[in-house]
């Protein structure tokens, strides 16, 4: 049903939606009532309004009607709460009860946004902007396949607490992206933000207004829903809710930890796993299991490679470094300065086309000298993840190589901070504040 | 030969003891940064050393300087290191140091990465570097004077439990540094004139102001909110107050 209206002052006029006063507005309702969508059809917001299917309804605004129908049919199959409606709160805005998208030009590069109307102390209820064309998209239609699913999903998130941490609220929609559209190549960019640095804790993304690398902890979450089903992400939720409102710094690790054991699984075991599936991607995908896409990302890059490593690296909690070893064969070695004991490490071999093979040595980061075996020439990848929470990073000098080689590690100390003139004093606190929550009472934007 | 020497190397030495007379010390031990790992993670810390370009003009009793701080680009910066500088009698210097050594080295004075420029003191690194904004001040006629009474502050910007104290632009993750006024956000990043007392960890003073953030286009950023073109490229104007 197409219906024509004048742009009106009401609870939420058009203005405030970004329409200017000369957008002509109509909307359309999906049949069943439950979404209504507001687009221009001549003014500065004015959508695609070809009809090429003749049904006499402009083809784009009916797509973002449809998508939005899907997404919601699909969220609530995998059990998630419906999107809280206006009248829990009292209010009815867009002229009906149904969910508000709205289609208006956005400025300044973004492409959507949830936007919270109220809340009360444990969800609120708001509605959706999406852009009136996505020009910038090669497809427009993709955009609306892409940013209606993700922007919803932060609808739903509402619907369990009004506050998430970006990391969380941004990873979990951007992974609802690929639950609409299994190869959604926005999906796949992000998943390659977060592997561009996977030494960073994946609840602790870089500061500033466009934290990518936010959107790329989807990777996480996929990782999670292949292991076990999508329905995980229901339970995750709901448990996330009960700690995020009890605390807003939770720590949503822990959350998801639970989330696991209530499957017999562990996070620290389902980690240990995700670093190594990032391992296979890309160029280095085909020979040990991971992502069904795994080919289609951009394989994380080794933090440092050579034929023998004498290195410092400092691995966070939920983050993971990679070493590559050019080996010339023969018995080869791992030598640690201090104890790093929380570091799980793996020793992944390559073939002649950097496809992973399984994993010839698994330990840990222990002071001293570990033996990792007679191994052939070749090249090869050493995994270091912390998969558990720990109270602070762990910077270890180590050596890897030919035994021969590392043995002259133990006899020749690396000279200290002390050594060098520096002060060597650093602190940090017992405990850390990993979780940075975020207002969903305002505005959640996508790639600002 | 030797009388000939002591009488050369003797002024030169006087010289020296003077200055050093002249300030009181603020710091000479460094003291531990207190959020170590929150830092590297929240402000991206490499271990990388930055080649961003440093540049001085003389400038009456100062200095013009330029410092590269673009840090590959506009979303690039969290992959790049931050510039290290001092201030020096010769202009500014830059410190080749990585962003991890620069948390135990007190050989640097102020470092900058695209819009945040931190001081070496509180939780941005060991030594005791601080400054004062001169709200309303006049960068011209600001002397050692104005110094006297305004209020000092170092870069305390994470509470005990290292929560990152945000300043107030609405960015996230930008912290309250004690240089924060010298921006703000009308969509851009635009300059606001407010000229600062720096007082060093020697206890030498100096004032400084930013006049431009943007390697072109700055004044299109504060009079319309457009933002300019590369970024980072500041152009600070800085003399030394006593």
Request: include cysteine; charge should be negative; hydrophobic fraction near 40%.
């Amino acid at each position: 049903m197409l219906v024509t209206l004048a742009l009106v002052a009401s609870a939420r006029p058009y203005s405030t939606i970004g329409f200017e006063t000369d957008d002509l507005i109509e909307t359309l309702d999906s049949e069943t009532g439950a979404v209504r969508v507001h687009f221009s059809v001549e003014g500065p917001s004015a959508t695609w309004i070809q009809d090429d299917d003749a049904d006499g309804e402009p083809d784009f605004p009916m797509h973002a009607l449809v998508v939005a129908e899907e997404s919601l049919i699909l969220y609530g199959l995998l059990g998630l709460e419906p999107l809280v409606p206006e009248a829990d709160f009292g209010v009815e805005h867009g002229g009906s009860a149904a969910i508000d998208v709205y289609m208006p030009e956005f400025i300044q590069g973004a492409d959507g946004s949830w936007r919270s109307d109220v809340c009360d102390d444990e969800r609120c209820t708001g509605h959706l902007l999406v852009d009136h064309r996505f020009s910038n998209w090669a497809d427009p239609d993709d955009g609306l396949d892409t940013v209606v699913p993700h922007e919803l999903f932060h609808g739903i998130q509402a619907a369990y607490s009004p506050d998430w941490p970006v990391w969380f609220s941004e990873g979990t929609a951007t992974w609802a992206e690929r639950q609409y559209i299994d190869d959604s190549f926005d999906f796949m960019g992000f998943a390659g933000a977060y592997l561009d640095d996977v030494s960073r804790p994946i609840d602790r993304p870089p500061a500033g207004p466009v934290p990518s690398f936010a959107y790329g902890a989807c990777l996480f979450f996929d990782f999670l829903t292949l292991r076990h089903d999508a329905t995980l992400m229901t339970e995750i939720l709901e448990l996330g809710s009960i700690d995020v409102l009890a605390d807003p710094d939770a720590d949503l690790m822990a959350t998801i930890d639970a989330a696991l054991q209530a499957r017999s699984d562990t996070l620290e075991a389902a980690w240990v796993d995700f670093a190594r599936w990032n391992l296979a991607v890309g160029n280095r995908a085909g020979g040990v299991e991971s992502y069904p896409y795994a080919e289609r990302l951009g394989a994380p890059q080794p933090e440092e490679r050579g034929a023998f490593l004498d290195v410092d690296p400092r691995y966070f909690a939920y983050g993971t470094i990679y070493l590559r070893l050019a080996h010339e064969g023969g018995p080869m070695a791992l030598w640690a300065e201090d104890d790093g004991s929380a570091v799980h490490l793996d020793l992944f071999p390559a073939d002649g086309t950097e496809d992973i093979q399984p994993s010839v040595w698994t330990g840990t980061l222990d002071a001293g000298t570990q033996e990792l075996g007679d191994l052939p020439a070749g090249t090869y990848f050493l995994l270091g993840t912390v998969p558990t929470r720990v109270d602070q990073s762990i910077n270890v000098r180590l050596c890897l190589g030919a035994s021969a080689d590392v043995a002259g590690c133990a006899e020749e100390p690396e000279p200290t901070d002390e050594d060098g003139g520096g002060c060597g004093c650093r602190t940090s606190p017992s405990g850390l504040g990993w979780a940075v929550p975020i207002g969903l009472l305002g505005l959640v934007s996508r790639r600002r | 030969m030797r009388t000939l020497s002591l009488s050369l190397l003797l002024p030169l030495a006087f010289s020296a003891c003077k200055k050093e007379a002249v300030y009181e010390p603020v710091c000479t031990e460094p003291t531990a940064v207190s959020c170590f790992d929150d830092l590297l993670i929240d402000l991206s810390l490499q271990d990388a050393v930055s080649n961003g370009r440093v540049t001085n003009t003389p400038d009456g009793d100062g200095w013009v300087s330029t410092v590269d701080a673009t840090a590959g680009g506009f979303g690039n910066s969290a992959n790049n290191p931050w510039v290290y500088v001092k201030f020096t009698d010769e202009g500014l210097a830059r410190v080749d140091i990585t962003d991890e050594d620069a948390l135990d080295s007190m050989e640097w004075h102020l470092a900058a990465r695209r819009f945040i420029l931190r001081l070496n003191s509180g939780a941005s690194g060991p030594s005791c570097v601080q400054a004062a904004a001169i709200a309303n001040g006049d960068y011209t006629a600001l002397s050692a004077a104005d110094a006297e009474g305004a209020t000092f502050f170092a870069d305390d910007y994470y509470t005990e439990s290292c929560d990152m104290i945000n300043d107030s632009s609405g960015l996230p993750g930008s912290p309250q540094v004690a240089l924060a006024p010298w921006w703000s956000y009308p969509g851009c990043v635009a300059t606001t004139d407010v000229p600062f007392i720096v007082r060093l960890d020697s206890g030498r003073q100096l004032k400084l102001i930013v006049d431009q953030y943007y390697g072109s286009g700055q004044e299109q950023c504060n009079s319309q909110g457009a933002p300019g073109n590369d970024g980072g490229e500041y152009t600070l104007r800085w003399s030394f107050v006593d």
